[in-house]
């Protein structure tokens, strides 16, 4: 069921049922996050396996010293510049939060997310949340309710409408690797902007097929049709026989095929990124065969498109 009926997510949250709640970023799948019994069902609705652990979603900045031994001078200053907002800080967790919702590691991702109605919620409960993004494992994140709705709907107690995402990427990751702040896995949040608040260098952590942090999955955030990145022109060209479905950054191919989408006829990528998994579903749900998209510019938001078209283009 779909609704804005803030009151109905609060009473089932706190039944240990599965709400999925909008964020700026991505809908997550929440639970209460001091509930094995409530993380067990995200795990069991996403099919996801538990080596993959949650996010942790608190309400504000003084609610983190209940949930996190220490947050060093960087998770600091990066918090107070980018919160509430699209940025996961992995830090050293207290006994409190689960080991089920970490994946046994001493490290739990946190962050306060920037809607005001998923804001008001986790202020109103006695509990943060814990929530991946609300689809089944491995496919593209929900940006609207309507996507969780039509995926999980029937494996959910209530789907909280907040309206479309409005950066439409999750959020960047950072934790520390070999002593320095390390990206893990790029997203909202552009690494220009956190490498000006840190006045460092930041290294982003390159994918992997055994990853520390499984949005790092080679394949990952992937439509059920075959996606190829290139020259477009030329991958029109090569796929002349199939059903084309053409998604651009700013360049109108439709003279090139029947379903052609420039995500940014101004060159914005924010536009690009906000509008990208709602038109790669759209892709997914009309009559082509194959998804022919380019390389963005790998600037701003940019790196965290190529990072997610590269994984959906991934062939498993
Ligand atoms: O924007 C977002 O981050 C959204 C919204 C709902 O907040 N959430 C999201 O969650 O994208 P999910 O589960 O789809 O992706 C979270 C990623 C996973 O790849 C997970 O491995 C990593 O964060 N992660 C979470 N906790 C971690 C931890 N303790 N150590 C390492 N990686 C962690
Ligand atoms: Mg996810």
């Known amino acids: 069921m779909i609704g804005k009926d803030l009151q109905k997510a609060i009473g089932d949250l706190i039944a240990d049922e599965l709400v999925a709640i909008p964020t700026e970023t991505v809908y997550g799948l929440a639970a209460n996050a001091l509930s094995t019994f409530a993380v067990t069902k995200i795990f069991e609705a996403k099919n996801r396996p538990t080596f993959d652990p949650l996010i942790v979603h608190v309400p504000?900045?003084?609610?983190?010293e209940k949930y996190v031994k220490e947050i060093p001078d960087w998770a600091k200053r990066l918090?107070?510049?980018?919160?509430?907002?699209?940025?996961?800080?992995?830090?050293?967790?207290?006994?409190?939060?689960p080991d089920l919702v970490t994946s046994g590691s001493d490290l739990v991702g946190i962050r306060i997310p920037q809607h005001p109605l998923t804001l008001e919620l986790l202020t109103k409960l006695p509990f943060p949340l814990a929530?991946?993004?609300?689809?089944?494992?491995?496919?593209?994140?929900?940006?609207?309710a309507q996507h969780v709705e039509d995926q999980l709907g029937n494996k959910i107690s209530y789907v909280l409408d907040g309206g479309?995402?409005?950066?439409?990427?999750?959020?960047?990751?950072?934790?520390?690797?070999?002593?320095k702040p390390t990206v893990f896995r790029t997203g909202g949040i552009a690494v220009e902007d956190l490498e000006k608040v840190l006045k460092i260098e930041i290294p982003v952590q390159a994918s992997s097929s055994k990853p520390l942090a499984p949005g790092m999955l080679d394949s990952h955030y992937a439509p059920k049709k075959p996606l190829h990145i290139g020259n477009i022109p030329q991958l029109v060209q090569k796929f002349h026989q199939s059903k084309i479905g053409i998604l651009s950054f700013e360049h109108d191919y439709s003279n090139l095929a029947r379903h052609a989408i420039a995500l940014s006829p101004t060159h914005n990528l924010n536009e690009?990124?906000?509008?990208?998994?709602?038109?790669?579903r759209n892709m997914d749900d009309c009559e082509i065969d194959v998804i022919i998209t380019e390389k963005?510019?790998?600037?701003?938001?940019?790196?965290?498109?190529?990072?997610?078209l590269s994984r959906a283009s991934f062939k498993k």
């Open 60 to 64: 504000s900045l003084d609610h983190l």
């Open 272 to 280: 690009a990124a906000e509008k990208l998994f709602a038109t790669m």
């Open 296 to 308: 963005f510019p790998e600037v701003g938001l940019g790196r965290a498109i190529n990072d997610r």
């Open 131 to 144: 929530a991946p993004s609300a689809n089944p494992f491995g496919y593209i994140s929900p940006t609207t």
């Open 164 to 179: 479309p995402c409005t950066i439409g990427l999750e959020s960047t990751i950072v934790g520390m690797k070999e002593g």
């Open 79 to 97: 918090a107070e510049e980018f919160w509430p907002g699209a940025l996961t800080l992995l830090l050293p967790k207290r006994d409190i939060i």
